[in-house]
């Protein structure tokens, strides 16, 4: 039936690419553009005594030095929270620092200049007289009687307290268990390093008194509204935000950055268009970062391996101020997902959220979900081994079945499909388990450290219907926009809300719409990342765009299919209940009599002469839709890695590794699989290199490409990847969201091979990254101790 | 300082400041934005380009060293209104998501793979240490490097 929907079409948008013609921000030149350049703290936590941009501003090149209080003085706003569940403590996000800095890389002075060079030189010439406080880094020490506050008004550096669940029931099932499984463990924290450093630049229209602002944003529309609303104060009529060709997001680019305030106020006060282009060193420290919780757990299961109750503690680093959505993320993010795959009759979790001094955390690729999965089976393992059972029968044993949908968690959500013991059948054939753990065995005779992990993942996407959001504490709906325009000769422009910075929408919101209507693919063309062009849209992220901005355009399409079906019968005389739309070819003829077909460009063009329409009927071919889902969707996961462990250096190497996903019906095979691969990748860059990590006294000891470690090409094997496909019965394309799935399901699943792999030298568990220095020390460990 | 730079068969006299980065001599004085810049430190690749025939990061070459040198980007890849094999490959095997290190790894793999078209998957991982993409996981980037290979030995012979 389908002519472009789950076919592996090619990207349209990839020609451009290719041959170097991106269209992004940092590209931008306008005649007569200026340059801003950003003074940030080394300090993690300083008064700022005095700022001297005198001998800046005297250097040939520089147009003018501000501060802080010249932003406060004329009027910007504070950077908004936009989550705030009840009793939340927002304590205000200058754009640039006015009485202290509370992070290293937080803004305290901008340079505007002719050239980016001249202002970089402007920058080292500022000076700022701070004076040094006392820091603290560690989520979990934050809340430490006589710790440093990192804003005097947030006792306890504690910004919000969120527990869900029945927190008896769960103490009772812990008290009364065979067994409880333990643990204590930090998820560390991550730098979501977006190939494409983040940039923003604005052009002042004094003669209408409007605002452009190009920034590299997945959400446009948000950044208007709260451009326009809370911080730069230039009504939202006019003020228009672009987004084009950005980057990769991975959840970075959704939040309200400093210097989307900063440039058009710039490029205001100096009356010429302004750039400002983040260098990676400060995209490491201005970038929002990912996880960063520490957390205790407890799992209680039956000897036979039933579990029967799960108890969570996390205490989850903010960072220095509240970014856009950073309170969401450990939250109903988060705490919501602990019930995995699995029933578990009882569970409490609980979250604080901790003021540090460190850059602020938010969302990044998975957010929230990501640590619930890695929480959830890295207990699971441990039950399986205290059990001594293998660790798929014992989650086979526990998990929820195919007719138990929709599933009702204890901690708020009702998963809406899925069929997990075939989702497990299909990766252990995948992946030849059997044969994986004979080798293992074998492996293992001959001393070597062979691992085998296993996950099996759930996430939550797509979110979400905007009256659970905002009823949790979202400030805004969480609805998409799309709108289909035919042009009289039968073209269609598709205007969607939904953002793409690699996901491929201008291909796949094509496939989508062309075959709604039985159109050429090639006659349709997408467009987005514009507040001019396109309706108030929420944009991309939480593997939303396919689902919810996809629907948007289906009912659009449905708009469409329906006024030209009325038309037709209009024009061939008959009952509109005795037409057909043939969505293959794009006609409409009375049922059964295939001479009466009419073309969609026929009617289209009939729809603008408009000389003979039925009674009523207006003229033109256009439909808008706001599409708000009745529920989240929840893809889910079955991976499994081989790892082999040096046993001399503790270096990890992935042998093989096979995915199983069920991300519902799929729009482009091709794009849906890159983008597991890609999501594969960011997991087990997690699981065994990267680490954001600070000392104490705040300073970020990776801090750029060459201390931070970045996924490489040589780290991974050749990756298997397949799906099974439940539809998700919430949108009409029965989709799931797929942009995340990889991430939340690479991380848990290497660490349960690496953990496999050492488990025989008595090493029970250790966190992430799993260094080759961290697991020799643990070898060297465990062998001297064990006489091994 | 003068230098006169070649890129893409087009020679460019400028007068510029001694410390101005090649990358931006191309992005900036010759407008040339397809060369891209994703990190300050040499890590990343997004703005190799072929310099004298060789691969380059643009970031860390100064323009004065490259007066007097053929540079090739991007956008001078293309010929005669048809995509590079190289290009071909990245669009057919999915090589590509976000697309802002595409350029700086479709130079790279152009002279990696240069008279090797039975390149490894391997071989190509490994060749690919000064490249980072955030987005494919690589995968569908050794895919689309093998193709494009074979495709270059192709039209070659």
């Not at chain 1, 010439?125 to 004076?131: F, G, H, P, T």
């Not at chain 1, 949908?405 to 069929?419: H, I, K, R």
């Not at chain 1, 009523?616 to 079955?638: I, K, Q, R």
């Amino acid at each position: 039936m389908s002519t472009y929907i789950g076919k592996s079409m090619k990207r349209v948008e990839d020609p451009r690419f290719v041959q170097g013609k991106g269209r992004y921000v940092a590209n931008l030149a306008l005649p007569g553009m200026i340059h801003v350049a950003v003074k940030r703290s080394p300090f993690a936590h300083a008064r700022i005594a005095s700022i001297d941009g005198s001998a800046a501003e005297a250097l040939d090149g520089v147009i003018a030095v501000y501060t802080g209080q010249d932003l406060l003085d004329s009027g910007v706003g504070s950077l908004p929270c936009g989550f705030t569940p009840p009793g939340i403590k927002t304590p205000p996000h200058h754009p640039l620092a006015v009485d202290k800095v509370r992070h290293v890389g937080d803004g305290v002075a901008v340079v505007v200049a002719e050239d980016p060079y001249v202002a970089e030189d402007a920058v080292d010439l500022i000076r700022v007289d701070y004076e040094p406080l006392a820091a603290v880094v560690d989520a979990r020490k934050a809340m430490d009687d006589g710790a440093p506050l990192v804003h005097d008004d947030v006792e306890q550096n504690l910004s919000f307290h969120w527990p869900l669940g029945d927190a008896d029931a769960t103490a009772h099932a812990i008290e009364s268990a065979d067994h409880v499984v333990q643990l204590e463990f930090s998820n560390q924290r991550l730098i979501p390093n977006a190939m494409e450093p983040r940039a923003c630049a604005a052009q002042w229209d004094g003669s209408t008194e409007s605002m452009t602002v190009w920034t590299t944003s997945q959400n446009p529309h948000t950044i208007r509204l709260l451009l326009g609303a809370f911080t730069l104060g230039i009504p939202e009529h006019k003020l228009r935000v672009i987004s084009p060709d950005v980057g990769g997001g991975f959840g970075s680019k959704i939040f309200h950055y400093a210097e989307e305030v900063i440039v058009p106020w710039v490029a205001r006060a100096v009356g010429r268009p302004a750039k400002w282009v983040a260098s990676r060193s400060e995209a490491f420290i201005t970038d929002a970062h990912g996880r960063d919780h520490v957390t205790r757990a407890e799992l209680a299961v039956t000897q036979d391996g039933t579990f029967t109750g799960l108890r969570v503690t996390t205490w989850a680093n903010m960072g220095a101020y509240l970014s856009t959505f950073a309170p969401l993320i450990p939250t109903a993010l988060y705490i919501t997902l602990l019930s995995g795959l699995y029933k578990i009759p009882a569970i409490f979790g609980e979250a604080y959220g901790t003021m540090t001094n460190t850059v602020p955390v938010d969302a990044y690729r998975g957010a929230g979900r990501p640590e619930a999965s890695y929480l959830v089976e890295t207990l699971v393992d441990l039950a399986a081994r205290d059990l001594g059972m293998d660790p798929i029968e014992l989650r086979r044993k526990n998990l929820i079945a195919a007719d138990e949908f929709p599933y009702q968690t204890p901690v708020a959500l009702a998963y809406d499909s899925g069929d997990y013991q075939r989702l497990f059948d299909k990766a252990e054939e995948l992946s030849e388990y059997g044969r994986l753990r004979r080798q293992q065995e074998e492996a293992r005779a001959a001393g070597r450290l062979v691992g085998i992990g296993f996950s099996g993942c759930i996430e939550a996407s797509g979110p979400a219907p905007s009256a659970v959001a905002v009823g949790l504490g979202a400030a805004i709906g969480l609805y998409e926009s799309g709108v289909v325009r035919v042009h009289p000769t039968g073209k269609v422009v598709v205007l969607t809300g939904s953002h793409s910075h690699g996901q491929g929408h201008e291909t796949t919101f094509a496939q989508i719409v062309a075959d709604e209507l039985g159109v050429p693919i090639d006659d349709v063309e997408v467009v987005h990342g514009d507040t001019d062009r396109t309706p108030y849209g929420v944009g991309t992220y939480g593997s939303r765009s396919a689902a919810i901005g996809g629907s948007a355009l289906v009912k659009s399409a449905e708009k469409i299919r329906a006024k030209l079906t009325e038309l037709a019968a209009h024009l061939v005389e008959a009952s509109v209940e005795d037409m057909v739309y043939d969505r293959e070819t794009g006609t409409i003829s009375v049922q059964g009599s295939p001479e009466t077909a009419l073309g969609f460009a026929q009617l289209a063009f009939a729809l603008t002469t408009a000389d003979n329409l039925p009674e009523g009927m207006e003229p033109g071919l256009e439909a808008t839709s706001f599409y708000d889902p009745a529920n989240f969707t929840f893809p889910c996961s079955a991976h499994v890695a081989q790892v082999e462990i040096d046993r001399d250096t503790g270096e990890v190497t992935v042998v093989s590794y096979a995915a199983v996903d069920d991300v519902g019906n799929v729009v482009n095979p091709m794009i849906v699989e890159g983008q597991i691969l890609g999501g594969i990748a960011q997991g087990v860059g997690q699981a065994l290199w990267e680490h954001g990590m600070y000392d104490d006294s705040g300073q970020l000891l990776a801090g750029s490409m060459m201390d931070y470690a970045m996924p490489r090409a040589d780290g991974f094997p050749p990756i298997a990847v397949d799906r099974i496909e439940t539809p998700s019965p919430h949108n009409p394309l029965g989709i799931k969201g797929a942009g995340e799935m990889g991430t939340i399901a690479g991380t848990a699943t290497i660490s349960s091979a690496v953990l496999d792999a050492l488990a025989p030298l008595g090493i029970r568990y250790l966190e992430m990254p799993l260094t080759a220095e961290k697991i020799h020390d643990a070898i060297v460990a465990a062998t001297e101790g064990g006489g091994a | 300082m003068r230098v006169t730079i070649s890129v893409n068969g087009r020679e460019h006299a400028r007068d510029i400041a001694p410390r101005t980065l090649l990358v931006d001599f191309i992005r900036n004085e010759i407008g040339l934005t397809g060369t891209n810049i994703g990190c300050d430190t040499s890590q990343c690749g997004a703005c190799t380009v072929h310099m004298d025939g060789r691969a380059v990061k643009s970031c860390t070459v100064l323009a004065v060293q490259a007066d007097g040198s053929d540079v090739t980007t991007i956008e001078g890849l293309a010929a005669g209104g048809e995509l590079h094999p190289m290009q071909q490959a990245f669009w057919d095997e999915h090589g590509l998501q976000c697309g802002f290190c595409t350029p700086g790894m479709i130079m790279a793999a152009v002279k990696l793979v240069e008279g090797t078209p039975d390149i490894s998957g391997d071989a190509i991982r490994h060749g690919l240490e000064g490249n980072m993409c955030r987005c494919t996981g690589y995968q569908n980037i050794v895919n689309a490097i093998k193709a494009g290979a074979v495709a270059m030995a192709g039209g070659e012979s």
